[in-house]
């Protein structure tokens, strides 16, 4: 085959390649026992390893420690936000999962991890809320 064929065909072998693989995963998830509990890999993923995470990450002292350990890596000249850039969507979920309990009318699952994140000032005004100590003085 002609190198500028087969040039032109490689994408199309690797999308191939993908798309066989998608396939046998929808496969193992309709017809496997275990997997067919989930529905699909997007159920799986936010079963097995998001809501652990959020549990974990929605706990006032994982807070305090994750906070704790952002100060101690920035007096090592890490920044703060390399740390929060980590947790950030776990947050971010907790928070959807606050606002939707909140419009439903049930109890917030995850309130006290806002209450010790807004106590501990990791909202406006930088780390330890220094915008609001200028404020202030």
Known sequence: ???????????SFLAGGILIIVFLIRLLFKFAPILSNFGDIFSFISG????PLQDIVGSPLS????????????YFGIH?????SVITPIVMANSIAN????????????VLFSVVGLA?????????????????I
Do not use: D
């Open 48 to 51: 097995i390893i998001q809501v």
């Open 80 to 84: 703060p936000q390399v740390v929060y």
């Open 99 to 110: 606002i939707t309990a909140y419009t439903a009318g049930q109890p917030m699952p995850y």
């Open 120 to 136: 501990c000032g990791t909202g406006f005004g930088g780390q330890g809320a220094t915008l609001g100590l200028v404020v202030s």
């Open 1 to 11: 085959m002609p190198t500028n064929v087969s040039e032109s065909l490689s994408p």
């Open 63 to 74: 807070l305090i420690l994750i906070l704790s350990l952002a100060n101690l890596f920035w």
